[in-house]
């Protein structure tokens, strides 16, 4: 059943894929810079080339996740959106205020653009992942607020499901955990302590329960599976990713300053993370084993598939890795940690917000799936997409090993910079790789506009 508000999630997912082409493109940047040291400056130094790449990355991701609720509470429900108007709305002013941020970071120092926007008010800039503006963070809250309103109304109106539920947890979760970045307290240990309860208590708490309630909401689509079978699982991923989640921020207390007693909390619950990623997997391959029709969209089961394997390797796998505290006390801000987050990122919400966007728009666009030659461009960027990923992953675990060793490990350790020289080589090979995600997304990106013979024909 197809409900005319669900429309809404269409400039959403126009957005989002837009964005993500922005951030990849910075990525690769951002690649050049580490050998080239000098590319593209002073027009785009690295710190400023790297927050463009990160807030795009987060700025992308949540225009997917609310074009996937948008697309998905109405079908849950049975019933429409509240408000179509105000979704349409809060999409421009969450778009423009993006842009305007975006443009303020590539145009003004940074030292500027916090003059100019009153961070003398409330100091909440200057900190990774969270450096918007303050009108940018409050811009964010009041779309938040509209989102979860607009979601909230329509789900008490309508039928009540297990997935809608969790979903609404998870969104919920997502706008209170960001209400963190505005306490910026002037004891370091203490503003790292709490900033921890945006940054890992979104990707490693509240997100999980976005990705887990997509993906449970597309393998009943596409597999026929019992509605009821499908929701005991996702309250097994839900319970552990909650439990193992919220404890296992302690990982990030170990070298803080925070009391010692962490190094065991976060060491024990971080290493019980890969478990949810797991059971999604499973869960994944389960219900595809078990399905009762062939779905016409092959590749949104693709997706669906890729996210649960990939979410392990990048979020459990890579995560585990180096989560321990004694591991940690060597590998903390090198290249291993930035190996786990592009793998865990992609992996775990990039994937599902293309699956649902795969899913989603041949509907959107009246056919329940896109033509058999555009779905063989698709799962060709699957590939490309996911084996490009997979390198870089490697290729930056293989510089993080050496940088461990000459920096950190070795009898005499060189200085960062020297290490880095080191294993340039390493950062040669990720940026080609990158440029192969690159094609892989423009693919994605064309398989779209592909039309195959049966559609030529009618």
């Not at 999630?9 to 040291?37: C, D, R, S």
């Amino acid at each position: 059943m197809q409900f005319k508000s669900q429309a809404v999630a269409k400039p959403y997912f126009i957005a989002a894929i837009g964005l993500f082409v922005g951030q990849i493109l910075f990525g690769l940047i951002l690649g050049l810079q580490y050998v080239i040291g000098d590319f593209l400056f002073p027009a785009i130094p690295f710190n400023v080339a790297r927050m463009v790449h990160t807030n795009l990355l987060i700025v992308w991701l949540l225009f997917g996740f609310m074009g996937g609720a948008y697309y998905m509470i109405p079908e849950e429900s049975e019933t429409e959106l509240f408000s179509p108007k105000l979704a349409l709305a809060m999409f421009w002013i969450f778009l423009v205020a993006g842009a305007l941020t975006i443009v303020g970071y590539l145009a003004v120092p940074y030292a500027t653009l916090a003059e100019l926007t009153g961070n003398n008010i409330i100091e909440t800039m200057g900190r990774e992942f969270l450096e918007q503006p303050l009108p940018t963070k409050l811009g964010i809250v009041v779309v938040a607020l509209a989102f979860l309103f607009n979601i909230t109304m329509t789900v008490l109106k309508g039928k009540k499901t297990a997935v809608s539920i969790v979903l609404l947890i998870g969104l919920w979760g997502l706008a209170v955990f960001f209400l963190f970045s505005f306490y910026n307290p002037v004891n370091v240990v203490l503003d790292k302590f709490f900033w921890w309860w945006t940054v890992h208590l979104w990707v490693e708490g509240v997100w999980e329960l976005i990705l887990g309630s997509f993906l449970a909401f597309v393998l009943i689509k596409t597999t026929g599976v019992d509605r009821e079978v499908i929701e005991k699982w996702l309250y097994v991923i839900v319970t552990l990713t909650l439990i193992t989640g919220i404890i296992g921020t302690g990982h990030h207390y170990y070298w803080i300053g925070t009391p010692e007693y962490w190094q065991w909390w976060g060491s024990i619950f971080s290493a019980l993370e890969p478990i949810p990623f797991f059971a999604m997997t499973v869960f994944a391959f389960n219900m595809v084993n078990r399905r009762r029709r062939e779905h016409p969209n092959k590749a949104a089961v693709l997706w669906a598939l890729g996210t649960g394997v990939m979410a392990f390797l990048g979020a459990g796998v890579w995560g585990f890795l180096h989560t321990l505290a004694p591991v940690n006390y060597y590998t903390h801000g090198t290249q291993i940690t930035a190996a786990h987050g592009h793998m865990a990122f992609y992996g775990a919400y990039a994937m599902v917000n293309l699956m649902m966007i795969s899913y989603a728009m041949p509907i959107l666009r009246g056919r329940a799936a896109n033509s058999n030659k555009s779905q063989v461009l698709e799962m060709w960027s699957f590939w490309l997409m996911t084996v490009a990923i997979v390198f870089i992953t490697l290729f930056l675990t293989a510089a993080g090993i050496l940088q461990v060793w000459l920096q950190r490990a070795a009898e005499s350790p060189l200085p960062f910079i020297a290490a880095q020289e080191k294993i340039a080589i390493f950062y040669w090979m990720r940026e080609w790789t990158g440029v192969a995600f690159l094609i892989g997304l423009v693919i994605y990106i064309i398989s779209f506009f592909v039309k195959g013979d049966e559609e030529k024909a009618a």
